[in-house]
Structures are given as structure tokens and as C-alpha cells.
């Protein structure tokens, strides 16, 4: 709908330019057929024409040209907000998740400093389903990707990995405080309430997060560690946040 809309504006403004061209050229031919006794006069009028309808065509093909170049500007930009935006949590995509990620491991095999990796998931999120339907299991699940964005630094990325896992990249933290900034995006969560109707509802994640290590090949090695540690959490009661860091640093 949109390219179609486009495609009538465009073909409207050239038959615009087409419709001006013509006319000015109309003009001249007048004056250059009032002017026939007069050769130098002729051949005046018809230089004049003939450069104003080059520069004419000149404009009316710049024109299109730029209106072309922004229309493909804006279509280009919103097609990265689609590939890079979960349409439903506002999270980031998988797929722009994993770039970041192997930019952040490109950075860190460079500089030798790793963000924070976060793997989370709702604990229960079935039972909200089950019980208030799946409406309210989206809006639990745009909520908690708003807490944890109000615990992280804005430059900070929070990816919906797949259903409700997320993955959640910081930068800037350092080792000695992943335990710290874990509890508290778990406490961030479990202290929000979300509104069902006339009940309020109350869920808390399960959390697991790691760093890269030297040795590590790509970034599936952290992905697998912070995985550990989020089934840690999990056997270890839920609603918690467990630490699996490499053994270098340890």
C-alpha cells in the first residue's frame, strides 16, 4: 500500500513536470513564431528554449532522484526497525541480538574487557496463560522487558532470544559485580505488578549470566556458560540469579 502510494505520487509530480515543460515550450514557440521576420531574433528565442527545457529536464530528473533517495532512506529505515525490534516486547531481535553480541566478542578479543551476558526467562509464564489468557502473558511480558530496561544503562540491549528467554548485554560492569546487577534485575522484576482485570499479577525470573573468556572461540561459549547458570537458578528454587564465570576468572 505504502509503494503504491508512492508510485502514484511520483507518476502525479512527473506528468507536473511533463505538463510545465510542455507549456513553457508552448511560450517560446509563440514568441519565436511573433519574431519570424527577425533571424537573429529566432535563433535567440530558440537557444533560449532549447536551454530552458534542458535545464527543465535537468531539475524535474533531480528532483526525482532525491524524492527516490528518501523514499528508499525511510523504506530502508523502517525495514531495520522491523528486522532489528520484537514487534511485541520492544526487545531487540534475535537475529540484531547476535550481531551485537559478536561485535561485543570482536571488542573483547581486542581490548580484553566483556560486557556482562544475561540469559533470563519468566518463571511460570504457562500458568499466567492458562489463567488469564494470552493477552495478559504478552503485557507480563512487555513489563518485565521494561523493568529490566529501568535497571540497565540506556546503552545497555535486551534481546528476546525466543518465547519468554531473553538476553541481555551490559557494558561496563565489571566481574566482581554480575552477582549484584543479577539480583538486582531479578528484585526489579518480581517487585512489578502488572493488572488483570481486577487482580493484580506478580511474576520474578529465573536468571543466569557469565562474560567471555580468552580462551572462548565465538560467543556460544559465554551464551552456554550464562545458560548454566540460568538452570542453576532455576533448580535452585527460581526467582534468583546465579553467576557461571570462566575458570580464568574465577
Known amino acids: 500500500m505504502i509503494r503504491l502510494r508512492h508510485t502514484v505520487t511520483m507518476t502525479i509530480m512527473i ?17 519565436v513564431g511573433g519574431s519570424a521576420e527577425d ?3 529566432s535563433v535567440l528565442l530558440s ?5 530552458l527545457l534542458v535545464l527543465l529536464v535537468i531539475i524535474s530528473l533531480c528532483t526525482v532522484l532525491v524524492l527516490e533517495y528518501l523514499y528508499f532512506k525511510q523504506s530502508t529505515k523502517q525495514l531495520e526497525m522491523q528486522l532489528n525490534s520484537d514487534m511485541l516486547t520492544g526487545a531487540g531481535s534475535r537475529r540484531y541480538g547476535y550481531d551485537c553480541l559478536i ?6 578479543k581486542a581490548s580484553g574487557v566483556s560486557p556482562a551476558i544475561i540469559i533470563f526467562d519468566l518463571d511460570h509464564l504457562k500458568a499466567i496463560n492458562d489463567s488469564y489468557g494470552h493477552v495478559t502473558g504478552d503485557q507480563v511480558l512487555q513489563g518485565v522487558v521494561r523493568a529490566v530496561y529501568d535497571g540497565i544503562a540506556p546503552s545497555d540491549l ?7 528467554e531473553f538476553v541481555v548485554l551490559c557494558r561496563g560492569v565489571q566481574a566482581r559485580e554480575l552477582g549484584e546487577l543479577g539480583r538486582k534485575l531479578v528484585a526489579a522484576v518480581s517487585s512489578a505488578e502488572f493488572q488483570a482485570g481486577e487482580q493484580l499479577i506478580q511474576t520474578s ?3 543466569g549470566v557469565s562474560v567471555f573468556s580468552p580462551g572462548d572461540q565465538s560467543v556460544t ?10 538452570y542453576q537458578a532455576k533448580e535452585s528454587g527460581r526467582n534468583r540469579a546465579c553467576v557461571a564465570l570462566p575458570k580464568a576468572i574465577d
Do not use: K, P, T
Not at 537557444?47 to 536551454?51: A, C, E, K, W
Open 103 to 108: 561485535e561485543a566478542f570482536n571488542e573483547f
Open 158 to 164: 535486551v534481546v528476546r532470544w525466543g518465547g519468554d
Open 221 to 230: 561459549e559465554a551464551l552456554a556458560r550464562a545458560d548454566r547458570a540460568l
Open 47 to 51: 537557444l533560449r528554449m532549447v536551454f
Open 205 to 207: 525470573i529465573s536468571l
Open 39 to 41: 533571424g537573429r531574433l
Open 15 to 31: 506528468l507536473i513536470i511533463c505538463l510545465v515543460i510542455g507549456y513553457v515550450a508552448w511560450l517560446c514557440l509563440q514568441q
